[in-house]
């Protein structure tokens, strides 16, 4: 009896650590890459943040413009992973000295790419009786990146 109050106890406090995560997430979402502070914050949103809230189609500093498009690092908006592999039909946010907000077109509440990427191995995870599968992830996670949508 007593072992299966504890295991209940875990179970809700990983739940409540995991909800933790997403509603945090969700709440940092705007401000994202932000380092000037509450001086920033309060530029971009009239005042401080009291809810959940969409970012800015624009974010001074933004270094999107300075990526590249077809590897990792800095370089060219010339190449075609970003927009054809991965984040489809988003190639434009990264034109060359542009100054898009990194989460531009979210809604108040959504989750950030590493929440959704977090559910998505929680959610393998959870179909596997709580095995870890590092195969099965890479390949969930490939196939979520190079989806469309």
Known sequence: MASNVASMVLLDRVRGALYGLLIADALA???????????QVRQDYGGLIKGYVAPPLHMSGSIMGKSNTG?????SDK???IGDV???????????????????GMAPGDNTLEAVLTRNVIRATAEKNGEFDAEGLLKE??????RPG
């Open 86 to 104: 991965i984040n489809h039909g988003k190639r434009k946010f990264w034109k060359t000295g542009s100054s898009y907000h990194y989460h531009q």
């Open 29 to 39: 979402m705007p401000t994202h890459w932000y380092y000037g502070g509450e001086s």
């Open 141 to 146: 996670y490939v196939s979520f990146m190079m």
């Open 79 to 81: 190449g075609t992973i």
């Open 71 to 75: 590897g990792d690092g800095r370089g």
